[in-house]
């Protein structure tokens, strides 16, 4: 059921949700800038889009799919920030987005490298000599 490989997306999306939701976070753990968080958030974000779209097979992830989950994961991000200027304070920021929209290149080149480092591998390929 395809349906399935879009649960680990939207239990990250409705996790992003209810952070977003809190009128004040308090500093962030680790002295790490918010546009730093926003840049690791959103790469697991487009990571989780990219394996939807895939249909969890490394052989599916495309350069198509790959833009379409960063493009999905950098909209989330801007309904993250709309959602955000109607929660006490906290308000909505351009440069947010830009960090959100960064982060998701990041994390699906990084998918997107795994997969085809996962693809290229010897035993996954039966037309491959193993010798």
Request: glycine share 10%; net charge negative; no cysteine.
């Amino acid at each position: 059921m395809t349906a399935l490989y879009w649960i680990p997306a939207i239990i990250y999306m409705a996790g992003i949700f209810t952070v977003s939701s809190i009128p004040d976070l308090g500093p962030l753990p680790g002295d790490v800038s918010d546009k730093s968080w926003h840049g690791l958030v959103y790469a697991g974000l487009g990571m989780t889009m990219l394996y939807g779209l895939a249909r969890g097979a490394a052989e599916r992830v495309t350069l198509g799919r790959a833009l379409l989950a960063v493009a999905l994961a950098t909209a989330y991000g801007v309904t993250d920030e709309i959602h955000q200027s109607f929660v006490p304070g906290r308000q909505a920021e351009v440069a947010d987005v830009v960090a959100d929209a960064l982060g998701a290149v990041a994390g699906v080149a990084a998918a997107a490298l795994a997969a085809v480092w996962w693809r290229d591998q010897p035993s996954r390929s039966g037309s491959r000599d193993a010798s």
